[in-house]
């Protein structure tokens, strides 16, 4: 199996923009599609990004995601953070034997 | 559109068997190519796939589960069910079911959770 990395945590100001990393350490991060979702104290995850960088209805395109062959990792960025953007993010991708991975998730502080 | 809900015993005691359900509404869970999985989370802890199921009873599980976890289905009742046997202290988490779309492995919708307490 192979693992997803993530910072701990980010922190913020509103109105700032901040880029939350995920990196495959096994594998190429462009094999497999990456999603990644947002979880609120109490709530169950909802997502945010699907298929490397598209957004549900209903996600301001202040959400966006990304892919890095050269890094190995995709990229979760928000901009114009407002205070309800701050959540616990995680990423979370797949390999060929069909195994479902997550990423340790990242905790972001909007102050 | 499609609702998933857990639903089972709050409280289980070491060693035993942990169950629960997880019902689908809005939409037949046969319908579309879609599988369901379950997915935990401990208390402050990050998420961890369990394993997933198709309506045909095909199953894939979390290698580090796999040898005490089984996944059913009943598609009479619309519902799929997690079996987790031989439970310790490090099984107490929230646990989630969620709809798998295969060809993106994008889990979405989620249930609301229900929390599994091993104790004696």
């Known amino acids: 199996n192979f693992m997803l990395t993530q910072p701990h945590s980010v922190s913020e100001s509103p109105g700032k923009t901040v880029t939350i990393s995920c990196t495959r350490s096994?594998?190429?991060?462009?094999?497999?599609?990456v999603q990644w979702y947002q979880q609120r104290p109490g709530s169950s995850p909802t997502t945010v990004i699907y298929e490397d960088n598209q957004r549900p209805s209903g996600v301001p395109d202040r959400f966006s995601g990304s892919i890095d062959s050269s890094s190995n990792s995709a990229s979760l960025t928000i901009s114009g953070l407002k205070t309800e953007d701050e959540a616990d993010y995680y990423c979370?991708?797949?390999?060929?034997?069909?195994?479902?991975?997550f990423g340790g998730g990242t905790k972001l502080t909007v102050l | 559109q499609v609702q998933l809900q857990e639903s089972g015993p709050g409280l289980v005691k070491p060693s035993q068997t942990l169950s629960l359900t997880c019902t689908v509404s809005?939409?037949?869970?046969?319908?579309?190519?879609?599988?369901w999985s379950w997915i935990r989370q401990p208390a402050g802890k990050g998420l961890e796939w369990i394993g997933r199921?198709?309506?045909?009873?095909?199953?894939n599980y979390n290698p580090s589960l796999k040898s005490r976890v089984t996944i059913s289905v009943d598609t009479s009742k619309n519902q799929f069910s997690l079996k987790l046997s031989s439970v310790t202290a490090a099984d107490t988490a929230v646990y989630y079911c969620?709809?798998?779309?295969?060809?993106?492995?994008?889990?979405?919708?989620w249930g609301q959770g229900t929390l599994v307490t091993v104790s004696s």
């Open positions: 809005g939409g037949s869970i046969s319908s579309g190519s879609y599988y």
């Open positions: 969620a709809r798998d779309y295969p060809p993106l492995a994008w889990f979405d919708p």
């Open positions: 979370q991708s797949y390999d060929s034997s069909n195994q479902r991975v």
């Open positions: 199921i198709y309506t045909s009873g095909s199953t």
């Open positions: 096994s594998g190429s991060i462009a094999s497999n599609y």
